[in-house]
């Protein structure tokens, strides 16, 4: 396919050129050889990505996340219903999906099984540092707990 519009600038994992077009391309690109490794087109547009230490690809969409594996095999496609989804993470058992109004904590079957109601300012970033989980806008630093 043809790359419009970029969702972030591609980036290198463990030697391969990862390239994700807004509206749904996806291909993973090995300079050395010019060979493209895997290729999908998922047809809907990205909202946010991440790839895990498994290398797995995990992709958002305004209605579902799709997990690539690191060869390009589809894992698992789980539907949503968050509204308006701005990013998402993972902590390896549930999958978080942040909008402007808070947080859905879905299972990796699609279910809710927590909502978290807070006002976002923006964008979220999430990361853990001593087995804590903590997430920011661009206001605040938030403490994620039981």
Do not use: C, M
Request: glycine share 4%; hydrophobic share 35%; no cysteine.
């Amino acid at each position: 396919g043809t790359f419009k519009e970029f969702i972030d600038t591609p980036f290198n994992v463990d030697g391969f050129f990862y390239f994700l077009e807004k509206k749904g391309l996806i291909t993973v690109f090995n300079p050395v050889t010019s060979e493209i490794l895997w290729e999908t087109d998922i047809s809907s547009s990205i909202v946010d990505y991440f790839i895990d230490d498994e290398k797995n690809l995990f992709v958002l969409t305004y209605n579902k996340v799709y997990i690539f594996s690191s060869k390009g095999y589809l894992q698992k496609e789980i539907t949503h219903s968050q509204e308006n989804p701005f990013n998402f993470w993972t902590d390896g058992e549930n999958l978080y999906l942040a909008n402007q109004d808070g947080i859905s904590v879905l299972n990796f079957n699609g279910e809710i099984i927590n909502s978290i109601k807070q006002k976002f300012a923006d964008f979220l970033k999430f990361f853990k540092s001593n087995n804590q989980y903590y997430f920011v806008d661009s206001r605040n630093l938030y403490t994620l707990s039981e």
